[in-house]
């Protein structure tokens, strides 16, 4: 007990960015294996009876959360906004599972780091935001990293390939919703009412290709929904504690954490071409935080000058 509050009071001591690391790399390895037991349901269940069941623990870890909160903690003015990203949740979910169930996990993953090339589209389409050349020509050459990793014309494509670039456009398009709700809702409603939401919303279609889980896929299920609650826990405080730039990289340790549990539980061994391709696609979207933190940090700095003009006499 005593080695346990100093590991914690020794953490705590650790810098911000040095602990925003840490726990970007435990919300990696809580994915990894998050997608590791959602193979092992899809051998009994149907994706969207998995997104459900992911959905239902994860709002019944959060339901302690909820009860700290209050009902006042879910006012919101915004409703068809959380309606908006429930469906795209949703959509993106389905998309991923299907893809984890039936791709190679590492090739998955790989594909599905082309999040932030979509999110830099859609928040110069959505929300206005200036990009400039630079990080358009860091988005290009992150797509042609998917083009390594799929290999047009020396590998015959499927249509299960697109599925994690598709999944990857919709959660994309949830971050940029995301970003639309946060300018004026709590991360904590946002939050709550993304598992409020997706619960019921996934519950009908399950209906229609519902099967009684066995014990072990019960409690992988339950599995599942308390390493995503773990995940996006750690994700938003290592948000909190230092620049995207600064701790991006780390969330990267998804695919040699993947290709572990690859390896170990279903023989996977990822190739050379899918490490190169995510290489490509991790650096260029590393390099994108970078610039946003820098336009960010500009942007202010521009803004305090102004009102330091404005100021004199």
């Known amino acids: 007990m005593q080695s346990t509050v100093e590991l914690s009071a020794r953490l705590r001591a650790l810098p911000a960015p040095v602990l925003g690391a840490f726990l970007m790399i435990g919300a990696s390895a809580c994915f990894a294996a998050m997608n590791g037991l959602i193979r092992v349901v899809a051998v009994e269940l149907e994706p969207v009876q998995i997104a459900f ?35 795209v949740g949703l959509s993106a979910m389905l998309f991923w599972f299907t893809s984890v169930a039936n791709l190679p996990l590492s090739e998955a993953v790989a594909l599905n780091f082309t999040v932030p090339l979509f999110a830099t589209a859609a928040a110069a389409i959505f929300l206005g935001e200036v990009v400039r050349a630079r990080r358009w020509t860091a988005t290009a050459i992150g797509f042609l990293g998917v083009l390594i990793i799929l290999r047009p014309g020396f590998v015959e494509l499927t249509p299960m390939m697109g599925l994690p670039i598709a999944a990857a456009a919709f959660m994309a398009a949830s971050v940029t919703l ?53 995940a996006h826990i750690m994700l938003t405080r290592a948000y909190g504690m230092a620049d995207a730039s600064a701790i991006i990289p780390f969330d990267y340790m998804r695919l040699p954490f993947v290709a572990a549990i690859a390896y170990f ?20 979207s590393i390099y994108i935080a970078w610039r946003e933190v820098a336009a960010a940090r500009e942007g202010r700095a521009s803004g305090a000058a102004g009102e330091s003009v404005r100021a004199r006499p």
């Open 53 to 87: 069941l992911r959905n239902l623990f994860a709002l019944l870890f959060t339901l302690p959360w909820l009860t700290r909160i209050g009902l006042h903690g879910l006012r919101t003015k915004r409703l068809h906004l959380h309606l908006w990203r429930g469906v």
């Open 178 to 230: 995301v970003k639309m709700l946060s300018r004026t809702e709590s991360s904590i409603t946002i939050v709550m009412f993304m598992n409020l939401v997706l619960t019921p919303l996934s519950f009908l279609p399950a209906l229609f290709v519902w099967r009684w889980p066995s014990a072990e896929i019960w409690l992988a299920a339950a599995g599942i929904g308390f390493l995503a609650t773990l």
């Open 265 to 284: 539980a279903f023989g996977e061994v990822a190739n050379s071409w899918t490490w190169i391709g995510a290489a490509v696609i991790a650096g260029s």
